[in-house]
């Protein structure tokens, strides 16, 4: 038996009942669409090929799907073994048609001899163990095709998985002979709490021209992929079952409830993964945390904290109250986050950021630094021991170390008229007195030093101070004589 896989993905229907102008395999979980939780997952299976099937919304999915494999490449470990091809199904006639597609336009599979799995894209929790448990079930018991099937205390909707005796086997073993919609179900096949969960292994060679026979005779006038089961037990197929063993795993996303579902099973999952590892969750019901978070030990994630996308944490750090993160975020041990919204930054070891800081679009944090509350930094780079402590903006700009920026420092990063962004370089050691404008593009010199209120637009010398403001009169006894007070006071 060949060893090859590869995938399909059904990905092309409307989703009608989500009532959405985005497609619905495009709704994001943890910010990431559910069509691409779907393709990590199989990412662990080692496929050579994913083919997905688009159809509804197209013009979004190809995009999105150019964008992930894109990001898959740009990963450390290199490209994905899995490569993403995509065919389009249009119109949309039903599941088995859609797999169709791939029989009649993708004549590079004419020849291919291997296992496929079918997946759903709108079936985003299912793990990997629950793929490589029916790939085995599979082939250690030599079918030609094998469906994933969860026995469900409440079965409504679902395909119902029809079984016999099995003949050779012992009385407990049944084979299945075919599976019926809801809509075609008899009351008798409703009461059937076996259930399809719409994902297959299957022997490209031998059941891909099963396809061809499939018809729409049914309720919803569609072919169903579901008909192919029938169809190969009567061609004399072997047609195996794999028991999905946890039935959330099945939950599709059809509507918005099921889309919360989905992410409340998610950030379970996660947290309890999380909390296995050593990581304190004071208050799991207010925290949200991604699949793709990895926090280290001793760490702690206070509650209202929702973070998401490719963030890596170290030991000993303590995240939130209230703190957002995504994109790609690296913190090093023992750094503080409090209150603070982070996305695309790198936080070195000993930092603290916030309450109410902002860091986002490229930031690099050394160790040691401390950004304060209300302070935005943006693509900004800034070494060890500096500190801007409070209410400022640092944009487009490069700190060195042991820097001190005064209260309400600003970075006038942008020439609105010219549409241009410049940068703002302040050297090792230098000081920026409260209220400055640094004025890009401007250099401040290792150690030299801003007076307070200065509006900065020409480089500063090292070891300068720098003043540019107006200087300071006193009028005396102004407001004496502006009050007309005449007496000694
Ligand atoms: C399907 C199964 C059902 C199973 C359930 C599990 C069929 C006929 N029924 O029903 O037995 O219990 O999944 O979730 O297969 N799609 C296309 N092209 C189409 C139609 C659908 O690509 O023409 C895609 C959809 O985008 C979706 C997947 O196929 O990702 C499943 O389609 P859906 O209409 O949701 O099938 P269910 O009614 O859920
Ligand atoms: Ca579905």
């Known amino acids: 038996m060949s060893s090859d896989l590869k995938a399909v993905i059904l990905a092309a229907g409307k989703g009608t009942r989500l009532k959405s102008e985005l497609p619905k395999v495009l709704h994001p979980l943890f910010g990431k669409p559910i069509l691409m939780h779907v393709l990590d997952t199989l990412g662990a299976l080692k496929a050579s090929e994913a083919c997905v099937i688009v159809g509804h919304g197209r013009a979004q999915v190809l995009p999105a799907l150019d964008c992930y494999a894109e990001s898959k490449t740009a990963q450390p470990e290199g490209a994905s073994e899995t490569v993403i091809t995509t065919i389009t199904q249009e119109p949309q006639l039903g599941t088995g048609h859609a797999l169709l597609q791939v029989r009649q336009k993708l004549s590079a599979w004419a020849a291919y001899t291997g296992d496929v799995l079918v997946l759903s894209g709108d079936v985003p929790l299912l793990t990997a163990d ?11 018991t030599h079918q030609d095709l094998t469906l994933l099937a969860a026995a469900l205390p409440n079965p409504f909707g679902y395909g119902r ?17 075919r599976i019926v ?52 037990v009567q061609a004399g197929y072997s047609v ?36 296995a590892d050593g990581v304190t969750i004071l208050h799991p019901a207010s925290t949200f945390i991604g699949p793709d978070v990895s926090i280290g030990t001793d760490s702690t994630v206070l509650p209202g904290c929702y973070l998401q996308g490719s963030v890596t944490i170290g030991k000993r750090c303590t995240i939130g109250p209230h703190t957002t993160m995504s994109g790609t975020v ?51 780079s800034i070494d060890h021991h500096t500190n801007a402590a409070h209410l400022s903006y640092l944009g487009d700009a490069t700190l060195g170390t ?40 401007v250099t401040v010199g290792q150690h030299a030093s801003v007076a307070a209120g200065s509006v900065i637009t020409k480089d500063v010398s090292p070891w300068d101070l720098a003043i540019a403001r107006g200087r300071q009169v006193a009028v005396s006894d102004w407001v004496k004589r502006t009050k007309g007070i005449t007496e000694p006071v």
């Not at 793929?131 to 085995?136: A, C, H, S």
């Not at 998985?161 to 002979?177: F, L, M």
Request: aromatic share 4%; charged share 20%; net charge negative.
């Open 130 to 140: 629950a793929l490589t448990r029916l790939l085995q079930v599979h082939r250690e």
């Open 161 to 177: 998985v029809i079984t016999e005796p099995s003949p050779n086997g012992p009385p407990s073993a049944v084979s299945v002979t």
């Open 181 to 232: 919609e809801q809509k075609d179900a008899t009351e008798a096949e409703k009461a059937v709490s076996l259930v399809n969960t719409g994902i297959y292994c299957l022997n490209w060679a031998k059941i891909s021209p099963l396809l061809d026979q499939l018809s729409n005779q049914n309720a919803q006038g569609e072919f169903y992929l579901t008909d192919v089961i029938a169809l190969a």
């Open 240 to 275: 195996g079952l794999a028991h999905l063993d946890d039935p959330e795993e099945m939950l599709g996303v059809n509507s918005r409830a099921d889309l919360a579902l989905c992410h409340d099973v998610l950030n379970r999952r996660t947290l309890n993964r999380l909390m």
């Open 330 to 380: 690296v913190i090093e041990d023992d750094v503080k986050v409090l209150q603070s919204s982070v996305r695309d930054a790198r936080i070195g070891s000993f930092s603290s950021v916030g309450p109410f800081a902002q860091l986002r679009d490229g930031v690099e944090l050394s160790h040691h630094v401390n950004i304060g509350n209300f302070v935005e930094v943006k693509k900004a």
């Open 402 to 441: 042991d820097v001190n920026i005064g209260a309400g420092t600003i970075t006038a990063n942008y020439d609105p008229i010219r549409d241009v962004k410049s940068q703002t370089l302040i050297e090792d050691g230098a000081k920026v007195g409260s209220n400055s404008v640094l004025v890009a593009p």
